[in-house]
């Protein structure tokens, strides 16, 4: 009896002493054990969340300027409207997530919460799209009198789709940020090995994920209707919350830590007033609280008190489709799909860097993860200039062979670019997950993990910028510039990939200078 009650008081010091280093607990809000919970196992189910609801979403957003025509009868000009800013709030709506779940609620409530709202979108955009009242009549806005027969969606109707579709973004922007930070949750600060094998494993399952997007539901979509694809996107959501749910007696949860504000101001203050201060080169002289001797050289652990303060491949796409796609004399790759190729490379490519790369790196750089989040956000800075110049090349000879000598080239030409861009994409996006969730302020990995995704964003817009200043600029007195015709023969997106080319080579300089200031 003694030695029972002497156990169970020894555990319980055990738990107290987890939560003190971890601040985690379990479901029931005790301390969570290191024997139970935690680590690849709980994040497992998390990994499974995050592969259906990127299949959900993808799948959705692939066809979405479609059903806005076809069945709503937007204008299109309208209809690129509301896709691009469905797209854009998903992505802002990351940093309310991130708050959210920082401030007062926690990642799995937030996850838990939110990823019902989305999974009620996706169930009533299936309604919309299949029962007829709840739809204008059907016509054919292809048309030439289709803007005078077809009737545009409007009251009950628009506000039904509106109202379906801005519920899968509000849920999808914050369920987002909080699944890679819940995940990555169930590693302590000194698991940098397991950590970033973690990070390797979520963008492999957002791979997955998107490669069934694009492939088996955009056939679904296309053979057996928007309303039976919509409904698929819901059962993948259900069947990631069912995943995500399973895992709760094994997640180890970091209660809020109340209002993000104040240490983002304390952040400002300190400096402020440290902005003259110079780190010691003897890392002994730094003063502070820590577990082990300081680096300024590299980003503070979380677990230490600190005292001293993708759209992705559109244009690439548009070259495709101007291509053979014919695989067979019968079977023909859909346009939609053409987008599933890197990330077909990119199922086989993230397990080979994680089992290969990372161990072989680890030897020179004794770095945990192979290299450092920097150097990797470098490295694929570096490697998608030669994406770009791979693709120059390869839309010059397109064109001259299509121009020239009438012939049109196989699809598979744009393979290179495809598979450099892919190994690029995963060394950078990665290497921001991983930057942003390991930066020292304390309880805030959300919300800084879904800087992330709004950066996404800020993409998308200035990608828009970018090709209208690009065709400003290289118009001619005809008003034609490099990318103002829709026929890819006539334009000179070879020039447009130069030009990327040239930017991209000066990023990996100041990825280079950050690795040096952090």
Partial sequence: MERSRMQEEEHYNKGERVYEETGSVDWRGRPSNPNKHGGMRAAAFVLGLQGFEIMGIAAVGNNLISYVINEMHFSLSKSANTVTNFIGTVFILALFGGYLSDSYLSSFSTILIFAFLELSGFILLSLQAHLPQLKPPQCNMLSDSGDEQCVEAKGMQALIFFLALYLVALGSGCVKPNMIAHGAHQFNPNQSKKLSTYFNSAYFAFSMGELVALTLLVYVQTHSGMDVG?????????????????????????????????????????????????????????????????????????????????????????????????????????????????????????????????????????????????????????????????????????????????????????????????????FTAVGLLEFFYKQPLKGMQSFLTAITYCSFSFGFFLSSVLVTLVNKASSDSSGAGWLSDNNLNKDKLDHFYWLLAVQLHQLPQLSLLGNMVF
């Avoid at 002994?284 to 503070?300: A, F, L, Q, R, T």
């Avoid at 012939?407 to 393979?415: A, D, G, M």
């Fill in 230 to 426: 919509f409904g698929v996107s819901a059962a993948a959501m259900a069947m990631g919350l069912i995943s995500f749910i399973s895992g709760a007696f094994l997640y180890k949860n970091k209660p809020p830590q109340g209002s993000i504000l104040t240490p983002i101001a304390q952040v400002f203050v300190a400096a402020t007033l440290k902005r003259k201060h110079v780190c010691p080169t003897d890392p002994v002289m730094s003063h502070g609280i820590y577990h082990k001797e300081p680096n300024c050289d590299e980003p503070i652990s979380n677990s230490y008190e600190n005292p001293h303060p993708t759209e992705r491949f559109r244009h690439s796409v548009q070259q495709g489709s101007s291509m053979n796609s014919k695989l067979t004399e019968t079977f023909q790759i859909p346009p939609a799909s053409l987008q599933a190729i890197p990330y077909i490379m990119l199922i086989f490519i993230v397990p080979l860097y994680d089992i290969l790369f990372v161990p072989f790196a680890r030897k020179i750089t004794s770095h945990e993860s192979g290299i450092t989040p920097l150097q990797r956000i470098g490295t694929g800075l570096f490697l998608a200039t030669f994406s770009m110049i791979s693709a120059a090349l390869m839309e010059k000879k397109r064109r001259n062979a299509a121009v020239n000598e009438n012939v049109t080239l196989s699809i598979f030409w744009i393979t290179p670019q495809f598979l450099i861009f892919g190994i690029s994409e995963m």
